[in-house]
């Protein structure tokens, strides 16, 4: 407050002309928005710069009267009014509300935002927060009192003179964008200095418009939504709401006497499902896709059949759509990275600039988790096998169940170098997918996890303008998701068993991980060609039908779509599904079973264990037990013979002539 004389004259001056006009403060509140604020822009040619400079000089006494907790504002003019002294007043009168604002300040700064920003989200949002509800304690404030606010901002702009005070429609959207952000901000900043429990979300323009509905088909829907909430992921529900205000937006157009979704039938349904081909996308004009287009009706599909099995009023007495009713989607073969592409590509991951993207990357490439996976990292996240080996933690994501992988040095060492930028920082736990207990986040800037758009989407682009992986149109080649289709092909033509590459990738059935072994892999290709090749050596009883070229065309085709399924332990089974499911175990001895060299090592290992398991059953005195697993180790020297083979890796093979006759003797 300054101690100019003739400033605090001047304003004792405009204090007492606007006492004497308004004597009773009602009378004031009862004037016309533009009145009030009495200063309008001087871009507005109607109008001239000052409407009534009594009230335009009394914003400094009434800013004082809302500081002392004497009289509260309306939102209106809060809005309208472009500066306010709400801190000039608060430190003159030495208000605890001085030291709340600069704590928020220092806590801004611990989180990682720069000081005037936190400063400013501190003054602009809580100093009209305070005018409207009358100084309270921050703690008081609740998360409706925010949502109150941005109400009220929304509401501002729709009033008919709103451009009298913020201009043009450009400006007013860039204002109410900024404005969002600081009201946002504020609610971060008290979230992480504990005054408010729920963490706040970012404001976003509202795109979404649902079509005019009966009250009682809007009241179904908003019920739907919110129940599938409560089991489905974020993302997963908002791919429903999508769907059905696509559903209802066609049913209001064509469907209009419709009072409620019992009226709605299966014609109905089946016209929308016809109704989707005839869309295009807004962006491209190209037609949607069938994926789109699945993913719209299985959201009609799961309303009408969850609508009918709660036994909900208002709707169908049966599910109208049906599995069969949803567009076919080819399965695709994994597009993993070539080793030439993703060479260079890593090389420009390692050039990035921002760890968070640096390390978001390297945790893709090394460990084949999910973009929402990695996002929701928490700051613990890593830690090691006992043999010292980096194990990553991963969080529910897609199939609602946390895992642990191995991962790469180079990877462990970006979560490291991101751990010791958040050491410093000071932020509070943040719940993750679907609203499981909050953590600490390792990809936290600013109070807020990033955004898969920035640690995937835009790191990419910059990786990939650098390193050439580009199409004509200049636009990435490579996504994240490609990350995790390499890691599932290396694994499975490394070898690795599939219970191995479902635990890495997350997978919850055998076939999702069998989509990464086609025959048309080197891996399985190889193992293919040691069995139907010119020059394969192989045994079994099925083996002669092979060399022979006696299998029919019909056998050969079937072999070679799924010979990669037909392993067992020690070989391959060629039953075919045509033969029924075999009806016993003991595959050493069936018809259809074959096998090559490269099991031979695992041929050896069951003949050692049959040696063990003979000896015991000797010593248990359990005959038929010992006869059985000498039958079963004169079988696997049988086998080893025909591929020519010894029983043990230094000796030369015993197995010759006659077999019952030459097989040595398991008891001796």
């Known amino acids: 407050m ?3 004389p003739s400033y605090l004259s001047l304003k004792l001056k405009h204090r007492k002309e606007f006492v004497a006009r308004y004597p009773d403060l009602s009378e004031w509140f009862a004037e016309p928005l533009t009145h009030r604020v009495g200063r309008l822009l001087d871009e507005d040619p109607r109008c001239g710069p000052l409407t009534d400079p009594i009230s335009y000089n009394a914003r400094h ?6 500081v002392a907790g004497r009289v509260r504002f309306d939102w209106d003019w809060l809005l309208a009014v472009p500066a306010l002294n709400v801190w000039v007043h608060a430190e003159a009168l030495n208000l605890p509300l001085v030291q709340a604002r600069d704590e928020l300040s220092e806590l801004g700064s611990r989180v990682g935002f720069r000081t005037k920003t936190a400063s400013r989200a501190a003054q602009w949002a809580l100093s009209r927060m305070l005018l409207h509800s009358g100084v309270p304690a921050l703690d008081a404030f609740t998360v409706a009192d925010f949502q109150d606010l941005l109400h009220a901002i929304d509401d501002f702009g729709r009033r008919p003179d709103r451009r009298h005070f913020h201009g043009d429609d450009s400006q007013w959207a860039s204002k109410r964008r900024n404005w969002g952000s600081q009201v946002f901000l504020l609610q971060l900043l008290l979230y992480h200095a504990g005054h408010i429990p729920e963490v706040p979300k970012e404001p976003l323009p509202k795109r979404v418009v649902w079509p005019p509905m009966p009250q009682v088909m809007t009241v179904t829907i908003e019920r739907y939504l919110d129940a599938r909430s409560q089991l489905d992921r974020p993302s997963t529900v908002q ?13 209001m157009a064509n469907r209009a006497p419709v009072a409620s979704f019992a009226e709605v039938s299966r014609a109905d349904a089946l016209e929308f499902c016809v109704w989707l081909t005839t869309l295009t996308h807004h962006r491209t004009g190209a037609p949607l896709a069938p994926a789109t287009r699945r993913q719209d009706i299985h959201a009609v599909l799961g309303f009408f059949r969850d609508g009918y099995a709660w036994q909900w009023p208002h709707m169908p007495g049966r599910p ?12 695709a073969v994994p597009r993993f990275i070539p080793d030439n592409e993703l060479t260079v590509l890593m090389d420009a991951v390692r050039a990035l600039e921002c760890p968070f993207q640096r390390a978001a990357l390297l945790i893709a490439r090394w460990s084949g988790a999910r973009r929402s996976e990695i996002r929701m990292l928490d700051l613990d996240c890593l830690d090691a096998y006992p043999d010292g080996t980096p ?9 609602y169940s946390e895992r642990t992988v191995p991962i790469n040095e180079e990877a462990a060492d970006a979560i490291r170098t991101l751990h010791g ?4 920082q000071i932020d509070r736990p943040l719940p993750g997918n679907h609203k499981e207990r909050p953590a600490r986040r390792l990809f936290v800037r600013q109070g807020r996890v990033l955004s898969n758009a920035y640690l995937f989407d835009d790191a990419l682009t910059r990786a990939c303008q650098a390193a050439g992986l580009v199409n004509p149109q200049g636009k990435p080649t490579i996504t994240a998701h490609r990350f995790r289709h390499t890691v599932g092909t290396q694994l499975a033509e490394r070898g690795a ?9 997350g997978h919850k059935s055998v076939q999702m991980a069998l989509v990464y072994a086609h025959v048309s892999d080197p891996a399985v290709l190889d193992d293919y060609s040691s069995v139907l090749g010119a020059d394969a050596t192989i045994a079994g009883p099925s083996a002669s039908a092979v060399r022979n070229r006696e299998l029919t065309p019909e056998t050969v085709d079937w072999i070679k779509g799924n010979f990669f399924r037909t392993e067992l332990e020690l070989g391959h089974c060629l039953r075919l599904p045509a033969e029924g499911p075999c009806e016993c175990d003991l595959y050493l001895t069936c018809a259809k079973f074959i096998t090559t060299p490269k099991y031979a090592p695992r041929l050896r290992d069951r003949y050692s264990t049959e040696l063990v398991l003979s000896d015991h059953a000797r010593s248990q005195g359990w005959t038929r037990e010992v006869e059985r697993h000498e039958v079963v180790a004169r079988r696997i020297c049988q086998l080893l013979d025909d591929l020519g083979e010894p029983l043990t890796v230094n000796d030369p093979p015993t197995c010759t002539g006659d077999h019952e006759e030459n097989v040595p003797s398991i008891q001796g």
């Open 421 to 424: 930028l958040r050491r410093e």
């Open 2 to 4: 300054t101690n100019d």
């Open 497 to 505: 068993r599939l219970q191995t590459i479902m635990s890495v990738l």
């Open 61 to 66: 006494y009434l800013t004082f009267l809302g």
């Open 320 to 331: 109208l759509l049906m599995n069969g009713d949803l567009p076919k989607i080819t399965r």
């Open 239 to 251: 791919n429903i709401s999508a769907g059905l205000r696509r559903f209802t937006t066609w049913l």
């Open 391 to 399: 194990r990553l933690r991963l969080p529910a994501s897609k199939n």
